[in-house]
């Protein structure tokens, strides 16, 4: 061997030692600080292991040809919706996913103006041609991807991985797999589950009178077929006094009626529940009737009436509407309000309700002025029959708006009505209509709401009123309401403040108390 090779093999070696001390070193003193700092341990995790799941659509379904989905290459079926509102239709795609997966979407349409909604879900698209765009997620979503505005948008929810699925045969589960199916009244008791698989495409509706009953599947329940208000079940999915209730996963399409209604129900959680819409009016969202408990999360709402509207009425006992939070939900309506609370208002009282991290993707287009019991508001706090209305908690929302005139709260006793039900609790027949306003509304907050995007003419209407000194307002404080980046105050344009009201503060971060 010659010198010089001698010498540079030495070196070499020397080389690898010190580095090989170098990483030696490097991760005793990583885990060192890791004990210290568990954090830092914890970013050393490997990333999940991407698997996907995709379920093909029946082979009656209209398969979109307006949207072509691919995620990691592989094909997700697209689904039609109808709607009252726009061009009369829009789209929806779901799949299953874990790890980090890459979504292309093809549209028949250009894509160089498209929207991805909600901000909040920091999708930032790559617009790989006109046509086409591509992103990455690493985490389940529910977004809207809007070419046009509001005229054929598509709807796209990740999921993440079903876990635990019953099978058919189990004891108690009434089980749907893919394909079409038309059961029509689909009836529930305690102890059973209701379970729709991914691929099925259940056309009924759900009536359940019992404990411990689930809702459950990454399927469809199809309303489609039932003209409005003549449905199976007087609800796409009617809970009747009801307890221990779980609706995870499902998605359900073009309610004939009210969609969710837990009625006189105690401890009712709805998870990861997408309602696909606005087919026909009075099809809300989500309405606690009566009940206490209700825990709904991570959902995404379209609807043409009121997306969450709890309420009083006749045939339950006046059992008071409290204790229901709503937290992580995207809401859209075309025609009614976002949150309307009180109109129905046979309760002895409506409380401890509380709405957190809310994003509104589009709310009503034909403004209406304030004091009339059928407006349309973001939040409507209407209590009437005397009915007392408290502890209400309104906090984190950001609120799109397309350049539409925005009543953003507006909160009033009020002589509103409660509807009959029929004989055979069918339907609503007719209103009968209260003599007096609610008691009161008290200690309620609105904190942290954002007004984004296009300002109407109306930039944000608050209105807050008393009717009489024995139906008033009091103890309301307003913080960090922000209207298109201006902070909001009592003496703001669009704010109004009238008669019987006391204790009204509004606040912002820069105040100093």
Not at 53 to 58: E, F, G, R, W
Not at 297 to 319: E, S, V
Request: charged residues 20%; proline residues 5%; neutral net charge.
């Amino acid at each position: 061997m010659k010198k010089s090779q001698l010498s540079f093999e030495i070196s070499y070696c020397n080389v690898l030692q010190i580095f090989a001390e170098i990483i030696i070193g490097g991760i005793i003193a990583f885990v060192g600080a890791g004990a210290l700092n568990p954090g830092l341990v914890k970013a050393s995790i490997p990333p999940k292991e991407v698997r996907i799941v995709t379920y093909p659509a029946p082979s009656e379904e209209i398969d979109s040809t307006e949207y072509l989905v691919k995620v990691n290459g592989k094909s997700v079926n697209v689904y039609l919706a109808k709607t009252q509102h726009h061009d009369k239709k829009y789209y929806f795609a779901y799949f299953d996913f874990s790890g980090q997966v890459d979504v292309k979407v093809s549209s028949s349409l250009s894509l160089k103006n498209v929207a991805i909604l909600p901000e909040s879900c920091g999708i930032a698209p790559v617009i790989r041609s006109p046509d086409t765009l591509e992103f990455t997620v690493r985490q389940p979503f529910k977004i809207s991807i809007e070419r046009d505005g509001q005229n054929s948008p598509l709807l796209l929810f990740g999921n993440p991985l079903e876990e635990n699925a019953p099978k058919q045969g189990d004891p108690g589960v009434v089980f749907f797999g893919p394909g079409i199916h038309h059961p029509g009244k689909i009836f529930l008791t305690s102890n059973q589950t209701l379970y729709v698989a991914g691929g099925a495409v259940v056309k009924g509706g759900v009536y359940a009178q019992g404990n411990h009953i689930k809702i459950l599947g990454h399927g469809i329940i199809d309303g489609n077929d039932y003209p409005w208000k003549a449905g199976p079940t007087p609800f796409m999915l009617h809970l009747d006094k009801c307890n221990d209730v779980i609706i995870k996963d499902v998605i359900l399409r073009g309610s004939w009626f009210f969609t969710i209604v837990p009625s006189g129900c105690n401890h009712v959680s709805i998870n990861n529940v997408k309602i696909c819409g606005s087919r026909v009016d009075n099809d809300d969202g989500i309405d606690p009737i009566n009940s206490s408990d209700i825990n709904i999360h991570n959902c995404f709402i379209r609807t043409d009436d009121d997306c969450i509207a709890p309420k009083g009425i006749l045939g339950y006992n006046k059992k008071n509407c409290e204790n229901i939070v709503v937290t992580n939900c995207s809401l859209w309506t075309d025609r009614a309000h976002i949150f309307r609370i009180g109109f129905e208002s046979e309760a002895y009282a409506m409380q401890d309700i509380t709405a957190k991290n809310i994003n509104v993707l589009h709310f009503k287009d034909d403004f209406r002025l304030p004091n009339w019991f059928n407006g349309a508001a973001i939040i409507l706090l209407q209590p009437s029959n005397n009915m007392p209305m408290r502890r209400l908690h309104f906090e984190n929302f950001i609120i799109n708006d397309d350049g539409t005139d925005c009543y953003l709260i507006e909160v009033k006793p009020m002589s509103t009505g409660v509807w009959k039900i029929s004989e055979k609790n069918e339907l609503f027949t007719e209103m009968i209509r209260y003599k007096d306003p609610g008691r009161y509304v008290k200690n309620c907050l609105f904190k942290d709401i954002s007004l984004i995007g296009k300002a109407g003419t109306r930039r944000g209407m608050i209105n807050i009123s008393g009717t009489d000194s024995s139906h008033t307002v009091k103890n309301i404080t307003l913080k960090n309401i922000v209207r298109f980046g201006e902070s909001t105050y009592s003496t703001s344009p669009e704010v109004k403040i009238g008669s019987y009201v006391s204790h009204i503060r509004f606040k912002n971060d820069c105040d100093q108390n």
